[in-house]
């Protein structure tokens, strides 16, 4: 990935700001880029559907049982952080798939691979606590991914918690189901590479967005049968007065990549190759945060 100076930040801003729409980025101009995440350790993700009778109970018993659980799973080393994120608005359903509003994200040292956090799992998942087995709680997919190359900027520490909650930051959860050929998904790492994942190194730092954690699955280990198909997803935090989504993204992808005729280009190429059958809004439960 390119490095990008204070400099070139400085031009970037003086280009949207020509492009008309000068506060795209909106921040200061000594804030440079951030490297993404290349550790490329796994993450466990569960999307869980909860009644809404149901819904202080399990929290609760998340906050009481499962936070312990997790807690002493990061005191063995056998587990970095846990994020659950609450489905507030589904805005993009696909139809006749089974609902969910839960999804509870933990991610693994770079020490543990696919086989070794199988047994982990065990002791780690959702399954593994009381909490799954309330009445009104259904566990509808548990899967391991990782981290697409060059696109993911995670923010897990408890500072990032209290700057979410200060600005009332909300989530787009993405489920995307690119097609199943080695193809597609190797063209669709490639792009994310070139494209959304520097333009988003630019403007989380800059203040446009305040996370992005693009993650790809590596397997599905349970899965309802009615379930919907997708292979990747994507969490985005956005400022609810800057809105999901920022005018000064298509200029920042043209910077990025100069050839790719920003946003146009970027999700043009993307179009024949993925389907988003699921977009969900969310908050962060940051009270059941483990980092």
Not at 71 to 81: N, V
Not at 99 to 105: E, R
Not at 113 to 123: D, E, G, I, P
Not at 186 to 212: D, K, L
Request: with cysteine; glycine share 6%; aromatic share 8%.
């Amino acid at each position: 990935m390119k490095i990008y100076s204070a400099t070139v930040t400085l031009e970037l801003i003086a280009m949207v700001s020509v492009a008309g729409n000068p506060t795209a980025l909106n921040t200061p101009s000594e804030v440079g880029p951030i490297a993404p995440d290349s550790s490329g350790s796994l993450y466990m993700g569960e999307t869980v559907l909860v009644t809404p009778t149901t819904r202080d109970k399990f929290v609760s018993c998340l906050q009481e049982v499962a936070r312990t659980s997790w807690k002493r799973s990061q005191q063995a080393g056998d587990l970095a952080d846990v994020s659950v994120y609450e489905t507030t608005r589904v805005s993009i359903p696909e139809a006749g798939s089974p609902d969910w509003n839960f999804l509870i994200l933990t991610h693994l040292p770079m020490r543990l691979s696919l086989q070794s956090h199988a047994s982990a799992r065990k002791v780690m998942s959702l399954s593994a606590t009381r909490c799954a087995k309330i009445d009104g709680v259904e566990t509808r997919r548990v899967e391991m991914l990782r981290p697409t190359p060059k696109s993911s900027y995670p923010r897990t520490s408890p500072a990032d918690d209290r700057a979410a909650v200060e600005r009332q930051v909300e989530f787009v959860i993405e489920y995307i189901a690119v097609n199943d050929t080695e193809t597609a998904l190797a063209a669709y790492r490639e792009s994310m590479g070139r494209n959304m994942g520097p333009a988003m190194g630019i403007m989380i730092p800059n203040g446009t967005f305040f996370s992005f954690l693009a993650l790809e699955t590596v397997a599905v280990e349970f899965t309802q049968p009615s379930m919907m198909r997708w292979n990747q997803i994507h969490i985005r935090g956005f400022y609810p007065e800057k809105g999901q989504s920022s005018p000064g993204t298509d200029s920042v992808l043209r910077f990025v990549n100069p050839g790719g005729a920003g946003a146009a280009g970027f999700f043009g190429e993307l179009q024949g190759i993925r389907t988003k059958p699921r977009e969900d809004i969310a908050t962060q439960l940051v009270e059941l945060a483990v980092h």
